[in-house]
């Protein structure tokens, strides 16, 4: 202090009491011009500042706070002698570091002279304090505004205080309609008494999680999955939260699933939803307990960890997709999959949420619903549609598809590939003397050795009974002749089952690609044509098809003209086999079979002569002529007094697909006066693979009033997407898988799905080749709708079917 300024005795004295004060303090002067200059400062001042003291007593003061806070400094002339103020303000550093402080000032007359006297305290924790609730309050109010789910607060009388906008989505009220009700008033009879007791549980300090029955606005009965906490607030509850998930839909679709719901529980009945949060990058910032279970690691494991490297790689892609939507500000739902901390897959359907605080998104909320047991159901169900379930090789459905690919990648890349068509010589013989089981023996070992002797570039499906096709890419002819060698010598080798040697031979076409056409259709039908021409020439060969074999190929001459007269010879006869309802045992419906007995040749097997009629294109006026005789005898039966019933009758390849179809069928409906829901038509799996086409010749066949029947389900040719799209009344299971359940675990899952399937789509079951009483009594216990077989009767000719219809009416 210079000589021009030595203060008084008594000032001498305040400055020795307060240079040691831990309180930073400061003094300023106030000039006779009302300028302010700083008169002192404590050694606790200068710290604060950064500066010596030295260097503090020449500051301008207005430099040590911000511009608003300097306003009131030059106000202190209003301020009277003694007077104390007090401001919350900013002080700027010697580095220029802002520090939030609390400050008292006050005006003191010393020696004539006028001071201001400041103390100030710094409130940088208080206000990181503050920031942080504001932040919370944010984010509880983005979750509670933004969840699809309703959220809604009642007082401890049970009055709504408070509720999210998806009410007005889903009880339809409007907010202000809610806070006027009470819990009751929504409530379905049936869960009142219940529901108190869980509002007085809730109450009780426990949190509590419970599926009830409520009406909305429009009287109609929802579902809400509610979970209810108690809101606590100084150790006492003053009312209730919760958060309900309308899960209506979810719940008829369960119901109609009789089967899965002793398998699969509900989600919603036993767990809560997860609930993550994350931060702009896509860290952890937050999760539940429900987290923590899904995914074995605890909070503090997965806090500040990326959630993106818990993602599948190939969903990692699209959640970064997905995520940015959601930086953007929008609400989304979709579905994904995570590891667990075993690596384990978890499929989750996820709702995203911005947290919005001050209009910026600040992090982001997930609510996941655990969906892995569903897609692992469909998973298997997709399998089975694409594979085959004795060999476990790819079906008919799954090479087409191969093929396609396979002949676009050829093409571009200018390759070349084969298509081999196996058929096994005499097997028929082998189910006929030996038995189906037998035969489904020698098929799986077939199968394991045509996939052992496979190079990388081939790969081998089962097309349907005996025959099999082997797809060869980027090959050429001498590679190809090759592998025909090495599969027919392999094929050849004997089979040693039940210590008896068995020598099952296969004979094989080949057509390549692009030498023999380049459509897939073509290159099967040529392969298929060499295959036949192996055949007749002796069997137990292979043939590379070539365009001298055409002629040789249509067949059996004879008996294509013998066939082409049956109709007018009236040759042709409907056996009927009845189908039965396991409940009742009353006659549920009966399918049409076609038999043809020739003058000259006798009884000739259906599997002898359709074929032949669909290579001709005789399968047409023969369809026509079961359609017409089949309803025809169902309405004679009718008319005779018996109870009416659905007759089945078996749609060929060529007729499903002929345009005039629809008018056809209306004609015989109508020249017969048949109601035509007693007419159910028999489609197969195959048939419906171009499912555009097929779907669209459903639907119409369905606006006639016919019943749909897809005919040996189970073999593998269904697509499950498709499949949902048809009109399909009824799914037949085949025989195949009903031989041997009682007995296979295996065959029993199987059937049991289909059966759940299809009740799922809404449709019926029908169980072919029953025959025993084993079998009938489980089918009975798994709700199969109606069973056909031997154990109940064989197919029966016109006359001795209305005997039986006789005895059972």
Known sequence: MSSKQQPSASIKTMYALIENIPVPILILKLHSDLTISIFDANNACASHFE????????????????????????????????????????????????IPVSVTLKLQQIDQSIYILTTFQDITDKRNIEDQLMIIDKQLHSLFHYNPDLIFMLDKEGFFTNVNPANNKILKYTAAEMLQMHYKDVLHPNDLERTNHIFDQ???????????????????????????????????????????????????MS???????????????????????????????????????????????????????????????????????????????????????????????????????????????????????????????????????????????????????????????DLKLAIFFLDLDRFKAINDSLGHDFGDIVLLKVANRIKEILPANASAYRYGGDEFIVLVEDTDAPETRELAENILEELSQAYILDDMELVITPSIGVSMYPYDGIESKILIKKADNAMYHAKRIGKSNYQFYSESMHNKIPGNIELESLLRKAIKQNEFSLYYQPQIDPVTNDIYGAEALIRWENKELGLISPGEFIPLAEESGLIVPIGEWVMDEACRQNKEWQDKGYKPFRISIN???????????????????????LDPQYLELEITESMAMDANTASTILHDLKKIGVHIAMDDFGTGYSSLNNLKKFPIDHLKIDQSFIRDMTTDADDRDIVSTIIMLAHNLNMKTIAEGVETKEQAEFLHSIKCDALQGYYYCRPLPAKDFLDYLTEHS
């Open 202 to 252: 809730v109450l009780a300090h426990q949190t509590v999680q419970e599926v009830l029955k409520v009406y909305n606005k429009d009287k109609m009965v929802l579902l809400l999955d509610i979970t209810a906490v108690p809101i606590i607030i100084d150790n006492e509850v003053r009312g209730v939260i919760g958060v309900a998930r309308d899960i209506t839909e979810e719940r008829q």
């Open 651 to 673: 749609l060929s390849l060529r007729q499903f697909y002929q345009s005039d179809l629809v008018k056809k069928l209306e004609q015989v409906i109508t020249k017969y006066q």
């Open 255 to 413: 119901e109609r699933l009789q089967i899965s719901e002793q398998r699969y529980k509900s989600v919603l009945e036993n767990n809560i939803d997860a609930v993550l949060s994350f931060d702009l990058y896509g860290r952890f910032t937050y999760v539940n307990k429900a987290t923590e279970n899904m995914m074995g690691y605890t909070e503090d494991e997965l806090r500040g960890q990326y959630f993106l490297d818990y993602i599948v790689p190939e969903e990692q892609a699209r959640t970064i997709s997905e995520y940015s939507k959601v930086l953007e500000g929008n609400a989304i739902q979709y579905e994904t999959v995570m590891f667990n901390k075993q690596k384990e897959r978890i499929y989750l359907h996820v709702t995203v949420i911005p947290i919005k605080v001050h209009d910026a998104i600040t992090g982001v909320h997930c609510i996941g619903k655990d969906i892995t047991e569903t897609k692992l159901f469909e998973e298997k169900l997709n399998y089975m549609a694409y594979h085959d379930y004795l060999t476990e090789l790819p079906n008919q459905h799954f090479f087409h598809a191969s093929l396609k690919s396979a002949l676009e990648k050829a093409k571009q890349l």
């Open 51 to 98: 500066y010596t003291k030295k260097e503090l007593l020449k500051i301008p003061p207005q430099k040590l706070v911000n511009k608003e806070a300097w306003i009131h400094f030059s106000n202190m002339k209003e301020l009277s002698v003694d007077e104390v103020t007090n401001i919350e303000t900013t002080h700027i550093t010697k580095s220029g570091i802002p």
